[in-house]
């Protein structure tokens, strides 16, 4: 089982960037995948989720310090996650991480390497 982080890099305040977190090993369907953020000094925090299916779309969680800014989706044909993350701000500089769970609320079993992002001007 494997999770692919990439996306990050340098981006200016009130920019956008795209983060992927590509899996393989299991069948993206029937796993909930969630970004996480540790930022230097402070703990890891989860930013978003994206959960099982109700049989035609899955359910999404935000933190709310990115509700309206970040979008979380998913291409199941090819096992990719996303992270939409705009108008974003120097308190988003992080290192994110993408995770997979049985569901969201449960305990995230895998783990991806991190990409950095970081807000700055």
């Known amino acids: 089982v494997q999770l692919q982080a990439s996306g990050g890099g340098l981006v200016q305040p009130g920019g956008s960037v795209r983060l992927s977190c590509v899996v393989s090993g299991f069948t993206l369907d029937n796993y909930a995948i969630g970004w996480f953020r540790q930022a230097p000094g402070k703990e890891r925090e989860g930013v978003s989720c994206?959960?099982?299916?109700?049989?035609?779309?899955?359910?999404?969680y935000y933190a709310d310090s990115v509700k309206g800014r970040f979008t979380i989706s998913r291409d199941n044909a090819k096992n990719t996650v996303y992270l939409q993350m705009n108008s974003l701000k120097p308190e988003d500089t992080a290192v994110y991480y993408c995770?997979?769970?049985?569901?969201?609320?449960?305990?995230?079993?895998?783990w991806g390497q991190g990409t950095q992002v970081t807000v700055s001007s």
């Open positions: 994206s959960g099982l299916s109700d049989g035609s779309t899955h359910s999404t």
């Open positions: 995770a997979a769970a049985e569901s969201c609320a449960y305990e995230y079993d895998y």
